[in-house]
């Protein structure tokens, strides 16, 4: 699938507009037939895809792989993902108002680099519509809420609007992540001010009891690890349960692509590999101030079996992707599963929490560490 991707059909989807290419690919994977077309290309044998279970607090997942929110914006692919192996998905952002987003174009292609520019502005169908497709999907998708885009929204109201959304998902949802640091509305403002946070986490919490999910936070890959520490002080003060490491970049200063291509682009948050070392320098910084305690999950340039490991040895418990099936093609997911499966039988380990805690202990196998050596 991986070679008939890269060299037939990439060359040919990349003549075109990014965005139309994404809705007519969101289109023919909500068709159950393209779902059983791609179950029956090298589906993973359940003896051993059962490697890669986890069990995360009260939170079960089949494999570690994920899909990003932002991919499935209106939780439409239940089938089109399970096809393609991943173990879980995350939907949205969603938020409590529909909306257009912003104008475009608005999504651009960085080849040089293998990533993208997005400035979509959180276009979605809104919460009441999309918490009664959440509700009736078999797989019980994790959701990420946004405030809604419309910069008139502010202060207590931008507050009542994510708790608006939060009511109408946490009886239907696998966890709830806050996205509070999406750039790309109007007003340019998030929720990772310590003033902010703290006020939106205290409402949160007033709404959180024994049956609501776990609540993660997703952060920007641009704060200073000064600023992540503080907000993570809020954060435990507030019982989260995990962050996602990490939401796109507007920082451009390590990019090969052209800047006059980036100036014709304009604004916006890069995903991909760009972002993949800004990741997992948060993973570990998270990490060693959480211990084990907390969820980490990867987020941000995984796009190989080598991103996924370097991913996992810096602190992430899960992983998602989503640039990387543009570049890599929806072959990508069960290339790394398959990859995590064959070096834990390499090494004759029986479950996926001790081939975690061996790529953190050795940091991605090192040639003298190697089991037999």
Do not use: W
């Amino acid at each position: 699938m991986s070679r008939f991707y890269q060299y037939i059909l990439k060359p040919v989807l990349f003549r075109f507009d990014p965005e139309k290419i994404h809705h007519f690919s969101t289109e023919l994977a909500e068709r159950p037939i393209i779902a059983d077309a791609i179950r029956k290309i090298r589906p993973l044998p359940e003896d051993q895809i059962s490697l890669l279970n986890q069990q995360l607090g009260d939170l079960t997942f089949t494999n570690p792989l994920g899909l990003a929110a932002g991919f499935d914006k209106n939780a439409r692919l239940h089938e089109f993902c399970d096809a393609l192996g991943f173990g879980y998905r995350e939907v949205g952002s969603i938020t409590a108002k529909p909306s257009p987003g912003n104008p475009k174009p608005r999504l651009f292609r960085i080849p040089d680099d293998q990533g993208l520019v997005n400035r979509m502005g959180l276009n979605n169908d809104g919460v009441d519509i999309i918490s009664l497709r959440v509700s009736e999907s078999r797989d019980f998708p994790a959701v990420n809420i946004a405030k809604t885009h419309d910069p008139a929204i502010q202060g207590k109201q931008a507050v009542e609007d994510y708790v608006y959304s939060f009511r109408k998902l946490a009886q239907v949802s696998r966890y709830i992540t806050l996205n509070i640091s999406c750039p790309n509305t109007e007003e340019g403002k998030t929720f990772e001010t310590p003033e902010s946070l703290r006020e939106l986490l205290s409402a949160i919490q007033r709404e959180r009891n024994d049956s609501t999910p776990p609540v993660f936070i997703k952060f920007s890959a641009d704060l200073a690890e000064s600023e992540v520490f503080e907000l993570l002080q809020i954060a435990e003060d507030h019982d989260i349960n995990g962050y996602v490491c990490c939401n796109t970049s507007t920082d451009r200063t390590s990019l090969q692509t052209n800047a006059g291509l980036l100036q014709n682009i304009g604004n916006g948050g890069i995903s991909g590999r760009p972002v993949h070392q800004k990741s997992c320098r948060m993973l570990k910084f998270i990490r060693q101030h959480i211990g084990e305690s907390g969820i980490l999950i990867g987020v941000g340039g995984i796009d190989s079996f080598e991103t996924a490991k370097a991913s996992l040895a810096s602190g992430a418990d899960l992983l998602q992707l989503y640039t990387g099936l543009v570049y890599k093609g929806p072959g990508l997911v069960r290339e790394i599963l398959n990859s995590f499966i064959l070096e834990m039988e390499q090494y004759g380990m029986s479950s996926f929490r001790e081939y975690i805690s061996y790529l953190r202990q050795n940091q991605l196998f090192p040639e003298k560490n190697r089991p037999g050596n």
